[in-house]
């Protein structure tokens, strides 16, 4: 039987929300991360970059094997010795990044950084997901949660660069500026394409 993809992306919410992750947990850290390179840069643009991103299939596959090792780590129904390593965060085990820093490739090396940054740092939920005092086992869930963070960052510095090149483009008639401003119907960049329209006139 083969899984339709819209059940996978549900699944992958549910789980997420399960484990004490919102989506605006996750944009708040996007937010951090890109406001020092995009000063308009509002937080329902970051939310739309997170949907963006967890829309991804190597996402969400990532999502759904490291969650559920979490689960199955604090339900003891593991082996050992996988089990203890999980369940204490061991250190030098390191499959948790690995299987995050795999889903984040397909968002180049601002994504990769970001990530790395993100690792050492432990900015936001992040940081509260890494402390074992905590009561769950989330030796997966904090790297997932970088990755989601650092892939919709990476889309978002992408995508600001696509809108300032359209904005250069466009001149100097103003014709693509208006297919630009035609294209962002839903408003979601508005913002920056503000910032784009000031960077690409300086
Ligand atoms: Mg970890």
Redesign the pocket.
């Known amino acids: 039987m083969r899984v339709h993809s819209r059940e996978v992306e549900k699944t992958v919410y549910r789980k997420l929300a399960e484990r004490g992750v919102e989506l605006e947990d996750i944009a708040d850290i996007v937010l951090e991360m890109q406001l020092p390179y995009h000063p308009h840069l509002e937080f329902d643009t970051c939310m739309e970059s997170v949907k963006a991103v967890l829309s991804k299939r190597e996402l969400q596959h990532a999502i759904l094997v490291g969650i559920e090792l979490d689960v199955l780590a604090e339900q003891n129904a593991l082996s050992e010795p996988l089990l203890s390593i999980l369940r204490e965060?061991e250190g030098l085990f390191g499959c948790?990044?690995t299987l995050a820093i795999g889903s984040v490739y397909g968002y180049g090396s601002i994504a990769l950084t970001t990530f790395g940054f993100l690792d050492k740092q432990k900015i936001g939920i992040i940081r509260k997901l890494d402390n074992k005092s905590y009561g769950k086992v989330n030796?997966?869930l904090?790297?997932l949660v970088a990755a989601i963070a650092s892939s919709a960052s990476s889309r978002i510095a992408h995508k600001q660069r696509d809108l300032e090149e359209k904005l250069l483009d466009a001149r100097p008639d103003g014709e693509g500026q208006t297919a630009v401003q035609e294209e962002d119907k839903a408003g979601e960049f508005d913002p920056l394409l503000r910032e784009a329209g000031e960077n690409a006139a300086s």
Do not use: G, I, R
Request: without cysteine.
């Open positions: 965060d948790d990044e030796t997966f904090d790297d």
